[in-house]
Structures are given as C-alpha cells and as structure tokens.
C-alpha cells in the first residue's frame, strides 16, 4: 500500500490527500478556494 499524497494550498492553507483535488486534466485545484495545487 504506498502512502497518500498530501497537498497543501499555499493560498488558503487547505491541507489534504491528492485524491481529495478537483482534478480537471492533469490540473489539481484546492476544493476550497480553486487556486492551482502543482
């Protein structure tokens, strides 16, 4: 089992597991305020 990838927003300091992105494409966006998560 390989760890989940954690993410955090750099602009309104939302923090979770990459499966938890709004993902469009190869483009992972904050669920919360939308900003670009690389």
């Given at each position: 089992m390989s760890q989940p990838r954690y993410e955090q927003c750099a602009v309104c300091g939302w923090t979770g597991e990459?499966?938890?992105?709004d993902a469009s494409g190869d483009e992972y966006r904050c669920p919360v305020c939308g900003e670009h998560i690389a």
């Open positions: 990459r499966t938890d992105l």
